[in-house]
């Protein structure tokens, strides 16, 4: 009977172990974007998608997308990521540079995990 108590016990606590180990990650979230249009000569047409990034968990990798979306058709014209380390309660900014086409509209998407 103790055996089994304490083998009930030890299955217990390696389970809120193995939970709560996924909690130690960062936990990110955009908390301001916008995006701005670049023409250039050498470089074409490209939109700066800018995202302030703070991550409410620990330490850690955390992965920003930002898509460059086609408004009429709906596509996703462009797509870029980057891995960034953020500490626990850090904000930190991040810039990326989607490429477009002239006379077309467009909205963007910026992702975090």
């Not at 055996?3 to 955009?30: E, F």
């Amino acid at each position: 009977m103790n055996k089994r108590i304490l083998i009930l016990g030890l299955a217990a606590a390696l389970v809120l172990t193995a939970g709560c180990m996924g909690l130690g990650g960062p936990s990110p979230r955009v908390v301001e974007d916008s995006m701005v249009t670049d023409i250039s000569l050498s470089k074409g047409l490209g939109y700066n998608v800018n995202a302030v990034i703070q991550n409410d968990g620990g330490d850690g990798d955390v992965t920003v997308t930002m898509k460059l979306i086609d408004e009429e058709k709906g596509f996703v014209r462009d797509e870029v990521s980057t891995v960034v380390s953020i500490t626990s309660g850090e904000t930190k900014k991040v810039s990326l540079t989607l490429d477009g086409d002239l006379g077309r509209t467009y909205r963007y998407s910026v992702e975090v995990s």
